[in-house]
């Protein structure tokens, strides 16, 4: 399994370079208001559709739930999506987006290239 930051069979250069946000960000998903079943399906699709276009990094706004009752549900669901069939095959790495992207609210995530 992948985990923010961590990535087996990713170069050292190239993570780092996913955690400082010097990837170009080509497309976004923003996941405020919607259910875990609606999210997970968005999510999905998403990648699938962004890896079939060639797209190599793309940010996943999760928020980051309301702070009274702790994390948010899609703030700790998302990476385990992204861990779970048929995600996995199409992800490389991921990890907490930089402030200006929104911070641990949002992911970097690094998709594989499509292999033709």
């Given at each position: 399994?992948?985990?923010?930051?961590?990535a087996p069979g990713l170069d050292h250069r190239s993570a780092k370079r996913l955690k400082r946000g010097q990837i170009k960000i080509e497309d976004s998903l923003?996941?405020?208001?919607?259910?875990?079943h609606e999210a997970q399906s968005l999510l999905t699709s998403f990648i699938a559709s962004s890896q079939n276009a060639g797209k190599r990094c793309v940010l996943i706004i999760t928020g980051?739930?309301?702070?009274?009752?702790?994390?948010?549900?899609?703030?700790?669901?998302?990476?385990?999506?992204?861990?779970?069939s048929p995600?996995?095959?199409?992800?490389l790495s991921f990890t907490y987006a930089l402030p200006k992207d929104g911070g641990t609210g949002a992911l970097y995530v690094l998709l594989r290239r499509q292999r033709q």
């Open positions: 399994d992948i985990d923010h930051g961590k923003d996941l405020h208001g919607c259910n875990q980051k739930g309301q702070i009274t009752k702790g994390s948010g549900v899609l703030r700790t669901n998302v990476p385990g999506w992204l861990n779970q995600n996995r095959a199409k992800v």
